[in-house]
T-cell receptor
């Protein structure tokens, strides 16, 4: 069983389109995250939800909107896609939010905006 | 903003050699984690260190947290080709902040 799953794995789209990435975890965790990894492999947090409440909202364009319908799911919707949005997006989860928590990452969604 | 500087950025060594990767910051972290990421996959946690001066060993890997909790190192003894990957350090202040990563390539 996959602990943290993301769909789709690959996403190729045109500038200006709107797209969504879905994430599901079957670990029973309370906290979920979205990260962006750029072409230089730098991984940066975008959002975090704890018990469906937004607890981290980094300085990302408001074209990016997360949504957590329940504790097991955290989706990411991106409006008006731009070339600079091309990256690998990782979903992660942890039991709780804290400094000793293990974050479990999904396999990533490779987004290419043309 | 808390920043973590990781060095070296890229390391290519022969199987059997030893290596050390460094993670430095001017900020104090309550904990520091090391992750390993293989191509096409997400990062996987290797270790969490929380106490200044703490040393943890995981088989051939030795992790150390600096006394002031601002820096950490990862030492690999007798590297194997299976150690090849991207190694990421991450410090927790109010959130998890990642270093830029070290790409390790171990040649047979």
């Amino acid at each position: 069983d996959t602990a943290v799953s993301q769909t789709p794995k690959y996403l190729v789209t045109q500038m200006g389109n709107d797209k969504s990435i879905k994430c599901e975890q079957n670990l029973g965790h309370d906290t979920m995250y979205w990260y962006k990894q750029d072409s230089k492999k730098f991984l940066k947090i975008m959002f975090s939800y704890n018990n469906k409440e937004l607890i981290i909202n980094e300085t990302v364009p408001n074209r990016f909107s997360p949504k957590s319908p329940d504790k097991a799911h955290l989706n990411l919707h991106i409006n008006s896609l731009e070339l600079g949005d091309s990256a690998v997006y990782f979903c992660a989860s942890s039991q709780n939010y804290g400094d000793q928590e293990t974050q479990y990452f999904g396999p990533g969604t490779r987004l290419l905006v043309l | 903003t808390q920043l973590l500087e990781q060095s070296p950025q890229f390391l290519s060594i022969q199987e059997g050699e030893n290596l050390t990767v460094y993670c430095n910051s001017s900020s104090v972290f309550s904990s520091l984690q090391w992750y390993r990421q293989e191509p096409g996959e997400g990062p996987v946690l290797l270790v969490t260190v929380v106490t200044g001066g703490e040393v943890k060993k995981l088989k051939r890997l030795t992790f150390q947290f600096g006394d002031a909790r601002k820096d950490s190192s990862l030492h690999i003894t007798a590297a194997q080709t299976g150690d090849t990957g991207l190694y990421l350090c991450a410090g927790f202040g109010v959130k998890l902040v990642f270093g830029a990563g070290t790409i390790l390539r171990v040649k047979s």
